[in-house]
């Protein structure tokens, strides 16, 4: 299905669609690994936040090893998706705020320019 578009998106595809890394939940059952592509309907509430998390590690690579280290960690522990979720939402809820005070001092909007910036 290809990415809704719409006029908040320039009538382009959502920018939330992206190659984003395979689920490590995914991995560590022995499911396909490689890439899966995220989606978010163009102007969904959670679009904004999927984009602000994703340009928030472009701009601060130093944190990027960490978060796929807890997914994997936590998937090769954890069985049970609902269980894997619920830990890993709190560790997303805790980066969210440092990525919205860097989106503030950047004057970063979706639908903008997503090239790094620190």
Not at 57 to 85: I, N
């Amino acid at each position: 299905m290809p990415a809704p578009r719409g006029p908040s998106c320039g009538g382009r595809a959502s920018a939330a669609r992206s190659r984003c890394p395979a689920g490590a939940f995914d991995q560590a059952h022995g499911r396909p690994g490689g890439t899966s592509t995220c989606t978010s309907a163009c102007s969904a509430p959670n679009e904004r936040l999927a984009l602000l998390f994703r340009d928030w590690f472009r701009a601060h690579p130093e944190a990027v090893p960490a978060y796929p280290r807890f997914k994997s960690v936590l998937a090769g522990t954890v069985h049970d998706t609902g269980v894997y979720a619920d830990v890993k939402d709190p560790v997303v809820d805790l980066v969210i705020p440092v990525a919205e005070s860097w989106a503030l001092a950047t004057s970063w909007t979706p639908h903008t320019d997503t090239s790094p910036r620190t």
